[in-house]
């Protein structure tokens, strides 16, 4: 017999089963539920089933005209309660870990969250005579401004810059013509 006569093990789960190390019916028969479900294709439920008909399978078969071994009943419902308890203590310590996973992944999107809120500046509100709008202030207690005042404050920049440097150009050039009329003797 092979672990492909179990109900509902196919090839790929049989392959699966032999690459953990469950090549045999009575491997299979005597693993815990964790090391089934630890097979890719296989659930609890699945599990439990598929131990539960191997354990079916390799019991002792019975030959013509000899009754089966009669199993002690105590002895089996012990261990039939032993193996239930443990596999509910598996199950309830897979929910308690889902939980707890859970629980941390909302700690964690809730920090994200948290820190994605922008800071708030500080608000000054200006008397009602013009217009009645909130001015916003920076950090420093400073008023922000529009954007046409920034642009405007661009283009005074940009002027101030222009202007200097034609004021270097014009002292090169006043002082060249110094220097001609120097040379030439025509001064002031």
């Known amino acids: ?45 699945s599990a439990k089933r598929i131990r539960k008909e191997a354990k079916k399978l390799i019991t002792p078969q019975v030959s013509v005209g000899m009754a089966p071994p009669e199993p002690e009943p105590e002895k ?21 870990k889902k939980k707890a996973d859970d629980k941390a992944d909302k700690k964690a999107k809730d920090k994200k969250k948290a820190e994605d809120v922008p800071k708030v500046t500080k608000v000054q509100v200006r008397p009602a005579g013009k217009r009645g709008k909130k001015q916003k202030k920076d950090r420093g207690g400073k008023k922000k401004l529009s954007r046409k005042a920034k642009k405007a404050l661009g283009r005074a920049k940009r002027l101030e810059e222009k202007a200097e440097k034609l004021r270097k150009r014009m002292g090169k050039q006043l002082a060249k013509a110094a220097k001609v009329r120097k040379k030439s003797g025509l001064s002031d």
């Open 1 to 45: 017999m092979d672990i492909t006569d179990i109900p509902g093990v196919g090839e790929s789960v049989a392959a699966a089963m032999k690459e953990q190390g469950l090549g045999s019916l009575r491997d299979v028969a005597r693993a815990s539920i964790d090391e089934l479900t630890a097979v890719p294709g296989i659930g609890a439920v």
């Open 76 to 96: 089996k419902e012990a261990k039939k309660k032993d193996d239930d308890k443990a596999d509910d203590k598996a199950e309830t310590k897979a929910k308690d």
